[in-house]
């Protein structure tokens, strides 16, 4: 093999990293203006992946728990990757941006930002035991994906 193709070889292992793939996002529906996810299935301290179809775009967000048992609703694209489109996965207790391996521990109540990277995050709130997200905002963060 000529050493033109193993550099070919090597550049594209490097840039296809660990091999991360973004994880299944679990489709929901607006109602009545919100989407409301049941609070039961989101407290368990894993981080979920969901997605909102608005218009021809899949608006992708995840919700964690604190290690203080709060919630806390980002979309699953950060600030400066988010053109990329490779969201985030989680590997070993953290969330990491697949685009920058950045990672974010999923206990740490506030993620600080890191350079420019950093999950966006979205309001939600809790109500009637459920989370509760406006469709519009949904709508809105439709621009980063």
């Known amino acids: 093999m000529s050493t033109a193709v193993v550099k070919a070889l090597l550049l594209a ?4 990293g660990c091999g991360s793939e973004a994880p ?3 489709a ?26 608005d218009g ?16 806390h609703t980002h ?3 950060c600030y400066s990757c988010y053109r990329y489109r490779r969201g985030f996965v989680v590997e070993e207790g953290e969330l990491l941006c ?14 600080d930002f890191i350079g420019a990277c950093a999950p966006i995050p979205i309001p ?17 963060a439709s621009r980063y994906f």
């Open 24 to 26: 299944v996002h679990q």
């Open 124 to 140: 939600s709130r809790v109500e009637d035991g459920g989370l509760v997200i406006d469709r519009a905002v949904l709508e809105r």
């Open 28 to 53: 929901v529906t607006a109602e009545a203006g919100v989407v409301r996810l049941p609070l039961d299935a989101l407290t368990d301290g894993e981080v979920h992946f969901f997605t909102y179809k």
């Open 56 to 71: 021809g775009k899949n608006v992708n967000f995840l919700v964690r728990t604190d290690g203080r048992g709060r919630l």
């Open 98 to 111: 697949i685009a920058c391996r950045l990672t974010y521990p999923i206990e740490d109540e506030v993620w």
């Open 75 to 77: 979309l699953d694209a």
């Open 13 to 16: 292992v490097s840039l296809l």
